[in-house]
C-alpha cells in the first residue's frame, strides 16, 4: 500500500515548480488510426517527440504517475491519440524541466486542469536482488529517453528516473528502492503475449533487482514519509 498524492477530475500527482517553463515551438497533431497506436514518448536535448499517444498516456509521463492515479476526465483521454512534437529555447537534458513544459502545454492547448489529493494505493518497490545489479554504466553523452509498444530505452539515466518510467508502463507506481547510484544506459523490451517476456521478466534481464508489491506512506507533497 502507497500513500501517493492522485488526482480526481483531472487532477494528478505533481510537483509544482516555482517558475512556469514552456516550450518554445509545438506542433500538435490528431493520431492515425491506421498505424500502431501507443509510439511512446522521446525526450533529450530539450525537445519531446510524441507519436500517436492518447493524452492519458502524456500525462502519465508529465506528471510522473501510473495509469491508476488519474481520476476521471473525458472518455476520449483514453481513446483519442496524437502527435507531438516540441522544442524548448535552450538544449536540456534535465526530464523534469521537459515534464514541466508538457503540462503546460496540456494546459494551453487542451485545457487541462488538476488538482492533487492523497490517497493510499497500491505500489510497486524496485529493489536489487541476491546476486547483485547487471547494469551498464553510461559513457555520458546525449541524455534521452523513450518508452512505449513493449520498450523502454533511457540513456544517461538514474534508478529514481527509471523507476518514474517503469511507473508509466505499468498498472501501479514505482519506487526506487535500489540504493544504486550514478547513471545508466538501461533498454528493456517485452510483449503483452501469453507467450513472449513480460515487462517483468525483461526487468529481470538486467537485475536492477526485484520489483515486488511493498509498502510506503508520502506526505501531501509526495514524499516519503519515514
Known amino acids: 500500500i502507497f500513500m501517493l498524492r492522485a488526482m480526481t477530475g483531472l487532477a494528478v500527482a505533481s510537483a509544482l515548480f516555482a517558475q512556469t517553463a514552456r516550450f518554445e515551438v509545438a506542433s500538435i497533431r490528431p493520431g492515425r488510426t491506421d498505424q500502431p497506436r501507443g509510439g511512446g514518448l522521446t525526450t533529450g536535448n530539450g525537445k519531446l517527440l510524441v507519436e500517436n499517444e492518447t493524452l492519458k498516456r502524456c500525462m502519465m ?18 481513446t483519442d491519440t496524437f502527435y507531438i512534437s516540441a522544442k524548448a529555447e ?21 485545457k487541462l486542469e488538476s488538482h492533487r489529493e492523497s490517497r493510499t494505493i497500491q505500489a510497486y518497490v524496485l529493489g536489487v536482488a541476491k546476486n547483485g545489479p ?12 523513450q518508452w ?16 518514474e518510467v517503469l511507473s508509466r508502463m505499468l498498472d501501479f507506481p514505482v519506487v526506487n528502492e535500489t540504493g544504486i547510484d550514478g547513471v545508466f544506459d ?3 523490451e517485452w510483449t503483452n503475449a501469453d507467450t513472449g ?10 537485475n536492477p533487482g526485484t520489483i515486488n508489491p511493498g509498502t510506503i506512506d508520502t506526505d501531501k507533497d509526495g514524499r516519503r514519509s519515514d
Open 61 to 78: 509521463g508529465a506528471f510522473s504517475v501510473g495509469p491508476n492515479q488519474i481520476v476521471g476526465g473525458p472518455p476520449w483521454l483514453e
Open 90 to 110: 535552450e538544449p536540456t537534458d534535465d526530464d523534469a524541466v521537459i515534464m514541466t513544459m508538457l503540462r503546460e502545454l496540456m494546459k494551453d492547448r487542451f
Open 134 to 145: 547487471k547494469l551498464q554504466k553510461s559513457a555520458g553523452g546525449e541524455w534521452t529517453t
Open 197 to 206: 517476456p513480460s515487462i517483468f521478466t525483461a526487468l529481470h534481464k538486467i
Open 148 to 163: 512505449g509498444r513493449g520498450r523502454i530505452t533511457s540513456k544517461v539515466t538514474t534508478m529514481d528516473h527509471f523507476a
Open 186 to 188: 538501461l533498454k528493456i
